[in-house]
C-alpha cells in the first residue's frame, strides 16, 4: 500500500522514494514479508467476532480495541509502540527506560515462543511491569487522562518544533520568545529524562508553580533565566492542573445534574467541566468561531431530561 500511495502522487521524490523502497527485501511486488494490512486482518480474525471481523479496523468501537489490537500486532512482530504513537504513552511505554528495556525482552520473547492472547501475563512479566516507578498509579488513570509531564517526555524524543498546547502552558515554552530558547529549553528536559529522574517529581513541581527551584536542586545551575519556567499554577479548586483529558465536556452549572445523567447513559468517559451560567452564551460563541477557524462546522444534537428541560450539545 506504501508504494501504491507513492506512486500515485506523481511527485518526483516520492516516485525515488517508492522506487528505494521496492528494492528493499519485502517491499516489492513480489515481496516475502507480510504486509500491513495482511497481519492486522489475522489478528482481526484471531481476537474479534464475527461481526467485527467485517469492520474496518478504523470502525473498532470501543477506540481502545483499535489500540489494543493494533499493540498485539507489533509484540508479536517484534516491534513496541514509538514515540509518536498514542500507545507509547497509553500502554506505559513512556515508563523509566531501565525496566522498560526487562519488558522489551520479555515481549520478544513471548512473540518468539508464540504466546496465546493479548497482553499475556506469563515469564513474569506481571512482576516486571508493576515493580516500574509511577507505572501502578499512572495506569489508574490513563484511560480518562493523564499528566502532560509524559508529553513533555515525547516532546524531547521526536523531531517536531512545538510540543502539546498543554506542555507549551505547564513547561514554560509560553516564555520563549524564539527557537534558540525553545531549543534551550527543551534541551535541558531531555537531559532530565536522560538521567533517569522521577517524572512524577517535575509534575509536581510544575502544578506547585516550582519548575525553577525545583530543577535547580537536581541539576544545579541552569543556563536560562528563572522566569522561563514560570506558569501559571498552582490553581484553587481546579483538579486538572498539568493533566491532559481525551475528552472534555462543558456545561453551565445548571445543567451539570443532567450532563450528568447524560453521560452515565452513554457510558461516555469525557471529564465534565463546569462553567457559570452567565458565561454559558460566550462560551457558545467561542465555539462557533473555533469551529469557523478549523472548518470543522459545529454539529448540534438535542436531548430532552426528565424535568423536560432539553439539552443542546455542541460539538467540534
Not at 154 to 174: I, K
Request: proline fraction near 4%; glycine fraction near 6%.
Amino acid at each position: 500500500m506504501l508504494t501504491f500511495r507513492c506512486g500515485q502522487t506523481g511527485d518526483f521524490a516520492m516516485l525515488s522514494d517508492k522506487q528505494w523502497l521496492e528494492s528493499q527485501e519485502g517491499f516489492g511486488v513480489n515481496g516475502k514479508s507480510q504486509g500491513l494490512i495482511t497481519v492486522i486482518e489475522a489478528a482481526q480474525e484471531e481476537l474479534l467476532s464475527s461481526d467485527e471481523r467485517k469492520l474496518p479496523f478504523t470502525e473498532l468501537q470501543p477506540p481502545e480495541k483499535q489500540s489494543a489490537l493494533l499493540f498485539y500486532v507489533q509484540i508479536r512482530n517484534g516491534f513496541k509502540p514509538d514515540v509518536d504513537e498514542d500507545n507509547w504513552i497509553l500502554l506505559g511505554f513512556a515508563q523509566p527506560r531501565t525496566p522498560s528495556r526487562k519488558i522489551d525482552s520479555v515481549l520478544h520473547m513471548n512473540h518468539l515462543l508464540g504466546a496465546a492472547r493479548l497482553m499475556s501475563f506469563k515469564y513474569g512479566l506481571a512482576d516486571r511491569i508493576l515493580c516500574m516507578r509511577n507505572f501502578k498509579d499512572f495506569m489508574a488513570t490513563v484511560k480518562k487522562w493523564h499528566q502532560s509531564i509524559w508529553e513533555l517526555k515525547r516532546f524531547t524524543r521526536m523531531d517536531v518544533s512545538d510540543p502539546l498546547r498543554a506542555v507549551v502552558v505547564d513547561y514554560g515554552f509560553m516564555n520563549c520568545k524564539e527557537a534558540r530558547q525553545r531549543m534551550q529549553l527543551r534541551r535541558m528536559y531531555q537531559e532530565y529524562f536522560e538521567k533517569g529522574e522521577d517524572e512524577m517529581k517535575l509534575h509536581e513541581a510544575c502544578i506547585a508553580g516550582k519548575l525553577a527551584s525545583f530543577l535547580q536542586s537536581v541539576c544545579g545551575r541552569l543556563l536560562m533565566p528563572l522566569d522561563f519556567l514560570s506558569n501559571p499554577y498552582p490553581l484553587e479548586n481546579y483538579p486538572l492542573m498539568g493533566m491532559v483529558t481525551h475528552s472534555v465536556i462543558m456545561c453551565p452549572e445548571s445543567a451539570l445534574d443532567q450532563v450528568r445523567a447524560l453521560k452515565l447513559a452513554r457510558g461516555d468517559e469525557s471529564m465534565i467541566i463546569t462553567i457559570p451560567n452567565a458565561e454559558d452564551e460566550a462560551h457558545i460563541r467561542f465555539l462557533h468561531d473555533r469551529a469557523a477557524f478549523l472548518g470543522t462546522g459545529l454539529r448540534k444534537r438535542y436531548y430532552s431530561g426528565s424535568d423536560e428541560r432539553y439539552i443542546t450539545e455542541f460539538t467540534i
